[in-house]
């Protein structure tokens, strides 16, 4: 996110310096400073969601001109109304919402775990809201409605365990990554043993689920996902700020009077929220939470990871992704979780391989 940092008193600081690359900015009666560089990648990323939107509604199996695109959205009458306001737009909200959330969940556990592998696809935390949601799938639970609050509380349940088993004293970064890599692959056999004993038609539907894909999702998915995330924009915007202090070494934050214990719980417990919501909704679309925060912040060169421009690259990949799963082979749809799977994959190989090779690493998210 482009991040604002406002002075105590709210009034311009007399003989401080202003920091490198930052714009002083008043809004209303406090002072704040605006990345610029963050500021353009932010505006940049908007155009290009809106171009990748614009792109999804027109390709298919029928192709409808940008210009009908627009009138659709912008309400007036079309013949190609039904096309894109009711086939293909409700699905692409869906992905947009995803998209949105796997890449500020991402940011947020990134940053409190100052290591790039700490994605929730990677941790346990995508892994834990698949094993409950494909149990209760097993044992006959197969509505939409009920799926994504399961999702949530089998993300949360293994994000706390992950915690609880890595804290020491406090949360060392390495320790939280590999007992989250532990954790994800015993829940990926709970999953597996989920799938062999339930019906065949069942356990086909779950794996497709497990792939992570937005065939038929619609506003029914969508509504509830945008109005969760409506619900936790004021919890986002304090965790933009709550970043600053989180990225400090640990003795000059304590040093200021900041309860690293409680603002790193809030900002892994609002992560997990986010990823487990995205889940039920379109199932464990690896990588998005992975990819998205540091190709972020290597745009914007910041401290810290941009939340905003995180959020707008994840709903990008999302929304691309899906596009090519759907004509990449057509008529055959792909999950979109394969599309991000071909290209997180070898991202994670490189940040392994990066980490092996003795660079050095970046805190607040950037060190392998």
């Known amino acids: 996110m482009t991040t604002a940092i406002e002075s105590p008193d709210g009034a311009r600081p007399a003989g401080r310096v202003r920091p490198a690359g930052y714009t002083r900015v008043r809004i209303g009666g406090g002072t704040f400073l605006l990345h610029r560089r963050a500021a353009v990648v932010a505006a940049a990323l908007t155009v290009l969601m809106a171009a990748v939107c614009v792109a999804y509604l027109s390709v298919g199996e029928g192709f409808v001109p940008p210009s009908e695109v627009v009138r659709v959205l912008s309400g007036q009458p079309s013949p190609d109304e039904l096309v894109v306001g009711t086939l293909r737009l409700p699905r692409m909200v869906v992905g947009l919402l995803v998209g949105l959330a796997f890449g500020v969940a991402g940011a947020l556990i990134q940053t409190v775990a100052r290591n790039p592998l700490a ?21 006959g639970v197969t509505s939409f409605a009920v799926l994504p609050y399961l999702s949530v509380a089998g993300g949360v349940l293994a994000a706390a365990l992950v915690y609880v088993f890595a804290w020491r004293g406090g949360l060392h970064a390495t320790r939280f990554v590999l007992i989250g890599i532990g954790f994800a692959i015993a829940l990926r056999s709970v999953t597996t043993l989920f799938l062999t004993k339930g019906d065949y038609l069942v356990a086909q539907q779950a794996q497709v689920w497990m792939t992570g894909s937005l065939n038929g999702r619609g506003w029914d998915e969508a509504a509830p996902l945008g109005w969760l995330l409506v619900a936790l924009l004021p919890a986002a915007l304090w965790a933009a700020y709550a970043q600053r202090t989180v990225s400090m070494d ?31 909704a379109a199932g464990p679309v690896d990588f998005v939470a992975l990819l998205a925060p540091q190709i972020a912040r290597r745009m914007t060169r910041t401290a810290q990871i941009p939340l905003l421009c995180s959020a707008l690259l994840g709903a990008v990949i999302v929304v691309s992704a899906d596009l090519l799963a759907r004509r990449l082979l057509s008529p055959t749809e792909l999950p979109v979780g394969v599309l991000t799977a071909a290209v997180g994959a070898p991202y994670l190989i490189w940040l392994i391989v990066r980490g092996r090779t003795g660079r050095p690493g970046r805190t607040a998210g950037g060190n392998a």
């Open 119 to 139: 994605s929730p696809d990677i941790i346990g935390i995508s892994q834990g809201a698949g094993a409950l949601t494909v149990g209760a799938m097993t044992f």
């Open 250 to 280: 640990d003795d000059t934050a304590t040093a200021l009077g900041v309860r690293l214990g409680r603002v790193r719980l809030g900002l892994v417990l609002l992560g997990v929220v986010l990823a487990s919501v995205a889940t039920g």
